[in-house]
Every structure is written in C-alpha cells, then in structure tokens.
C-alpha cells in the first residue's frame, strides 16, 4: 500500500511515494478509483473503510462505533459514546454500540431503553423500558407492555398475566 508522505504531511521534506505493508491509523485503503493508496479517515475515526463520519470501524479512546451496515462481518459506523439508554454495548464485538430497537442487529422493536441480558452473556438486549404507542385518534398515549421475559413490547400482556405500575406484564 503506498503513502503520498508529501501530500499528507507537507512539513517533511519532499520525499517519493513511501510503501507500506498497511496504512497508518485514520488512513485507509478502500477507494477503488486509487487502489493501494491510503487515504485520510474522518477524524472521528481510528480506522475505516472510507472517507466520511459513518464508515469508521474503529474509533479512538473510548469510543463506540454505532452501526450503520455490516459489511463482510465488521461493524462501520459513527463512533459514538455509547452512554444513552436507548443504546447498550455490545460484548461479543468489542466496542460495537447497539440501538435497542434496530432488530437487523439484534434489537427489540419498540424497546426504548435496553440493557444487555447478563444471562445470556450481554450477547442479547434485555429490554427494560417499551416506548410509547401514539393513538391515530389524538388520544393521550398510551405505554406498550414489557413481557416477562423482556425480549418483547407487546401491546397487552397475554391471557393469565396482568401489568403492573410500570406497564411490564
């Protein structure tokens, strides 16, 4: 992979295209018009897979990358603190930072706040928290139901089961 040295350090004095076996950290190689040329990353990112704010796949410090695709098995991303409720880390990819509810990554439809599942090895969301159902009719709001086992909002608890001051069945 080659490194233009002149072009993204111009303080250096004038050296010839530098080869390298992998690019630096916040370079990458993915632009196909440029093939084995690194390329500067967002600064956000540590590492990525091009050159704007949703392709890192590696963030700096603590940060957390929330996924936008997952291509060919690695999460790319914004990198992101991972701090809000509506969001839990996710342990079997490290510093990967899950939305509860994107069900293409594993996610609770409907789930407001989540946790990770310590049963399952924090591999699942556990929701803890159902967003609100908005009624067509301009009615006031009304919660959807945790389920028991906390992998579902529903929107009433199941025959045999009844909800209790925070709306889990």
């Known amino acids: 992979t080659r490194m233009d040295l002149n072009f993204e350090f111009p303080s250096l004095p004038k050296m010839e295209l530098t080869c390298l076996p992998n690019c630096f950290d916040n370079y990458h190689n993915y632009d196909t018009s440029k093939p084995k040329q690194c390329k500067k990353c967002d600064d956000s990112c540590l590492k990525c897979s091009g050159a704007d704010e949703t392709k890192c796949t590696s963030c700096p410090n603590d ?3 929330l996924p936008v695709a997952k291509p060919f098995g690695t999460y790319e991303g914004t990198c992101v603190p991972c701090d809000l409720p509506d ?13 509860c509810e ?3 990554f594993g996610g609770i439809t409907n789930c407001k706040n ?3 599942n310590q049963s399952s ?3 699942l969301p556990e929701c803890t928290e159902c967003k609100d159902q908005q009624n067509p009719h301009h009615e006031p709001p009304s919660g959807k139901y945790l389920s028991i086992d906390k992998k ?3 929107l ?3 025959d045999g089961q009844y909800s209790d001051n925070w709306r889990r069945c």
């Open 87 to 99: 969001q839990y880390k996710l342990s079997i990819s490290p510093n990967v930072c899950l939305p």
């Open 114 to 116: 989540c946790s990770f």
């Open 152 to 154: 579902q909002c529903l």
């Open 63 to 65: 940060g957390y990358i």
């Open 102 to 104: 994107k069900t293409i």
């Open 121 to 123: 090895g924090g591999i």
């Open 156 to 158: 009433s608890c199941p």
